[in-house]
């Protein structure tokens, strides 16, 4: 709408209104807006690896006091299929409120590393104990540890770029609830920690690691 009125020779004036609703930062705004905070608000657009850039912001102003709203939103549009991408793309949108408060809180964050794929082997092997420890993985299976038995998240939230942040409310409810069985994966009786690995981006992973 905001390119056909900017091409129309009997447009003499243009509003800007479509073309602020159309960039990264509109969902970051209008809740803005609608809670009347004129507080730090931004908006990362890393590709598959934004919600993670997001969380890493998001704990480091929760480290100064800051309670913080974080989430990750997408939305699927016919252009991704006309780009030939691989996967067929869904829309979602899941959000957190961070606290440095940590009584009557659902889970903690003790770890979110952005990191090369290639070292997702060695980082298992040297902090994942699978007699405590749970691993979900998303957009793929978890290809790099195939010894470590795993659960894909995009099974359940379809897959967008930001769907980590689904896989990370998945962690919390199961950290939270007493279910033992999950798409044929028997869970352990007592999880300690929960990683959540994000395969989306071709060479680099996301790692979020949660406990109760």
């Known amino acids: 709408l905001f390119l056909c009125s900017l091409i129309d020779p009997e447009q003499s004036i243009l509003s800007p209104t479509p073309f602020i ?3 990264h930062n509109t969902i970051s705004g209008e809740i803005a807006l609608h809670t009347q ?3 730090y608000n931004s908006t990362y657009s890393q590709g598959a690896l934004s919600f993670e850039g997001a969380l890493l912001d998001a704990i480091l102003l929760t480290k100064e006091g800051k309670n913080v709203i974080v989430g990750g939103v997408d939305e699927a549009i016919p252009i991704l299929d006309k780009m030939g991408a691989e996967s067929k793309f869904t829309t979602g949108s ?3 409120n961070l606290s440095p408060n940590k009584e009557d809180s659902l889970g903690e964050i003790i770890n979110c590393i952005i990191t090369k794929e ?3 082997d060695s980082f298992i092997s040297e902090n994942f104990n699978s007699n405590e420890d749970l691993l979900i993985s998303g957009f793929s299976t978890c290809n790099n540890s195939k010894k470590t038995k795993n659960l894909n998240y995009s099974k359940f939230s379809g897959i967008y770029m930001t769907n980590s942040a689904f896989g990370l ?4 409810e199961l950290l939270n609830s007493n279910i033992f069985e999950l798409d044929g994966h028997i869970l352990l009786s007592k999880i300690k920690r929960i990683f959540i690995i994000n395969h989306a981006s071709k060479n680099n992973i996301g790692i979020i690691i949660l406990k109760k």
Do not use: I, R, Y
């Open 37 to 39: 905070n004129k507080g």
């Open 94 to 96: 899941t959000f957190f």
């Open 21 to 23: 609703n159309s960039v």
């Open 118 to 120: 290639n070292k997702l």
């Open 169 to 172: 409310q998945l962690a919390v």
